[in-house]
């Protein structure tokens, strides 16, 4: 019973003073250590996010410098070959015509919203 109170009492009925304070110093000790983890690791990662906003807003005011367009460029154009990108400026011949034929008409889209107000009512 005499064990659960925050002081130790020894055989001898006297409090063992020595017991409680290793057992508070180890555990600021532990906190200690702790806190400087922790902040360490937010200061890593402030200071990381800090470093990609920077050159974030370099590309972004400045645009990509020359001597790595042609890299970019090769990269690009391998994600659109393997359709992980769509194709934006499709520069093959003849393909505005088959584009065109594959969509309906701005006609044929008018008939089907007036049938469908006329089924509406």
């Known amino acids: 019973g005499r064990q659960r109170h925050a ?20 555990m600021e000790e532990y906190q200690r250590v702790t806190g400087i ?3 360490s690791l937010m200061i890593c990662i402030g ?11 370099y590309f972004c005011l ?3 410098p ?12 391998e994600l659109q070959r393997k359709e992980y990108l769509p194709r934006l400026n499709d520069e093959t011949p003849g393909s505005d015509e088959t584009e065109k034929s ?3 008409e701005l006609e ?3 008939q089907v919203k007036d049938a469908r107000i ?3 009512v």
């Open 7 to 26: 002081r130790r009492v020894n055989r001898r009925g006297a409090v063992d003073e020595r017991s409680r304070s290793e057992t508070s110093d180890g």
């Open 37 to 39: 983890i922790v902040a």
């Open 47 to 57: 200071c990381s996010c800090l470093a990609i906003c920077t050159c974030c807003g």
């Open 62 to 64: 400045n645009g990509v």
């Open 66 to 77: 020359k001597r790595y367009h042609a890299t970019l460029e090769a990269f690009v154009e």
């Open 102 to 104: 594959e969509l309906p």
């Open 108 to 110: 044929d889209l008018e």
């Open 118 to 120: 006329l089924h509406a």
